[in-house]
Structure formats: C-alpha cells, structure tokens
C-alpha cells in the first residue's frame, strides 16, 4: 500500500513532514488545522485542507495520520484516529504518560492499525556516530556518557510553556535524549535514576534538567539539557579506557583522542602547574595524546517514513517499537519521582 498521509496540526512539524515525508514516496493526502493563519497557508501550499480533525478522519483517501498537535492531545487524536481505521503516528511524547501510552496501543490494536511515534532522531549523525563507536568496541569498556544540548535562547515559545498542555523540557527533548541513549544500548537494564529538574527562567514547566542512570554494564549515563546555558558544552563526551570522543556540535566536529604511550608510572617528580605542585594532573608530555577523526555516518531522517513503508508492505519490522516508547515515558516519570524526592529511583 502507499501511503496517503493525513497531517493533523498544520505547525512547524506539521510542515516540516508535509515537505520531507514525499521524500520517501509518502503522498500527502490532506492536512487539517484549526487556526486561520495555518489554514491559509495550507491552501497557499496546494495541500487538501480540513478545518477539523473529525474531516479529515472522515477521509477515506486517508489511511494514515501524523499528530503534530500539543502534547496533551495525543491520546484523544490517536484513539479517534484508530477508530476511524487509520494508521497512527504521532509526535514525540507519543503520551503524556505510560498510562495514556497503554490505553492507545490498546485501541490501535482493536482497531488492528499500525501505531508508532515520530522519534527521528534515532537518525541524528550525531547520536550514530557515539552509537558506532559503542558498537565497535572502539573506546574500549565505556565508563561514562555525557549527552548535553545547550541553548541561550532563554524562554520557551506558544503552549510549550503552559502544563497543561504537556509542556516543558523533558516532555520535549528530554524525550529523544533519552530514547538515543536506551537505542543506543538496547537490551541494557538500567539499574537507577537520579534526576534534578529546574524552572529557571519559567514558573510553570522545566526549562533545566539533569537525568543520571547507572546502567548494568557498568555505564554512567549523564543527561543534561538547558535553555539558559550561555557558553555550550560538548554535544557528547564517551570515556572509554582505550580513548574519549568529544562530539562538539550537530555539525559533528570533534575527534576520537587517545594516548601515543601508555604511562606504566607518574614522573618521579612533582611538577609545579597553575593547579599547584601535582604528578596526576600535570601536562601530559608532547605526543603524549593523538587525535583521530571520527566515524563517517551517513544519515536521513526520512529513513523513518521509508521503515514505516516497509512495516505497512510487510518487508520489515518497526524500527520505532511501543515497547520502546514506554520505557521512555517510565524513565521520564521515575526521573520526575527522583527530583521531587531527591533520591534515586531504583528502575529495572
């Protein structure tokens, strides 16, 4: 079958899939918004409009739909979406929580339809190129992850900022930092988490959060984001005993490093530093550490809607598994229990 996509919330999502989905032969059925200023531009666009989700549902050229609306109305669009025998793909959260996230798959599978949500980026250059270097056993044993994105752009922007609408950090990016680390190992049990969540600039929603999970393979796991952080940190920092890789940026520059000569003793001496008299911390010697280049990765977020093709053709499996989703949704909710109490959550 080809699929015929309905778009229902006509945003900066909702366009961005009205104009990359086609990519990978994805017809776009009809589009639907409820706002004038979105509908105009539909029209301008050339797109099928409705006014209302219930229209578009009643398409029957339809067969399935991405929810690009708030977050808060997942659930309620996903079940009428189900009911009305289309395919279902949402925006990430998929859910407001593990609970609403069950009553969906429930009704997509009575209805027997596909259900899946938009984590795209799974296909991030940047994550991949951690996720080879984990893979390939090319740091060694990996001791530590740092995954952070920094932002100086302060406030949050429309309903992002309201609760109640499912706003706030974690239930926006704190959704794919999370996910990227448990696709990145999957099948590895996280033994607890620990969480602090800020508002700092915003009274209603988290604007800066720092999730730490101690995986069974011997892994700390540092997740930090912020909007009001000034000077930006590394992207990713992997620490491994055979090598670090440092990932500055989404433009992936950054190097694999790593030591010319293994020590086998510290100088015999103390050396004077601006530290003050150290053997540990003192400068390594020239040639003391090289630097390699990172892995190639070649990448498309648009390899999501031709994964979706496959599963709805029968050629594949979902790259994008329920199962996944849910565990994201329950560190996101154990994170939320940590920071509120303080303590650690013990988690699988």
Not at 2 to 26: C, D, Q, S, T, Y
Not at 95 to 114: H, P, S, T
Not at 225 to 232: G, K, N
Request: glycine share 8%.
């Amino acid at each position: 079958m080809k699929i015929k996509l309905g778009i229902i919330g006509f945003g900066g999502m909702g366009k961005w899939h009205a104009e990359n989905a086609p990519r990978a032969g994805v017809e776009i059925a009809a589009v639907c918004d409820i706002e004038e200023e979105k509908q105009q531009d539909a029209i301008k666009k050339g797109y099928k409009l409705y006014a209302t989700a219930d229209e578009l549902l009643a398409d029957k050229e339809v067969n399935t739909v991405i929810l690009t609306v708030p977050n808060y109305l997942h659930k309620e669009m996903c079940i009428k979406a189900a009911k009305a025998g289309k395919n279902v793909i949402t925006e990430k959260p998929a859910a407001m929580n593990v609970q609403e996230l069950d009553e969906m798959e429930a009704a997509c599978k009575e209805a027997g339809v596909f259900f899946t949500a938009h984590q795209n980026r799974r296909w991030d250059r940047d994550m991949l190129m951690v996720k080879k270097a984990y893979d390939e056993n090319m740091l060694g044993n990996i001791f530590t992850i740092e995954s952070k994105l920094h932002s100086g752009n302060g406030y949050m922007h429309e309903w992002h900022i309201y609760k109640k609408y499912g706003g706030g950090m974690i239930y926006d990016w704190g959704v794919h930092l999370i996910d990227q680390i448990l696709f990145m190992m999957p099948g590895v049990k996280i033994k607890s988490i620990y969480a602090d969540i800020q508002n700092v600039l915003h009274e209603e929603v988290d604007d800066y959060f720092k999730i730490i999970m101690k995986m069974e393979n011997g892994i700390t796991v540092h997740i930090e984001l912020s909007t009001y952080i000034l000077e930006y940190q590394p992207r990713w920092l992997v620490a491994g005993d055979k090598g670090t890789m440092i990932v500055k940026n989404f433009a992936c520059d950054g190097n694999i490093y790593r030591t010319g000569k293994m020590l086998e003793k510290l100088p015999p001496q103390i050396t004077e530093t601006e530290a003050g008299p150290t053997r540990q911390f003192a400068p390594v010697a020239p040639g003391g550490i090289v630097t390699e280049p990172l892995p190639e990765i070649q990448t498309d977020w648009v390899d999501f809607y031709r994964n979706v093709d496959d599963v709805l053709n029968g050629r594949a499996e979902s790259k994008i598994k329920i199962s996944e989703v849910r565990r994201v949704l329950a560190v996101m909710e154990a994170a939320w229990k940590s920071a509120e109490t303080g303590e650690a959550i013990l988690f699988e």
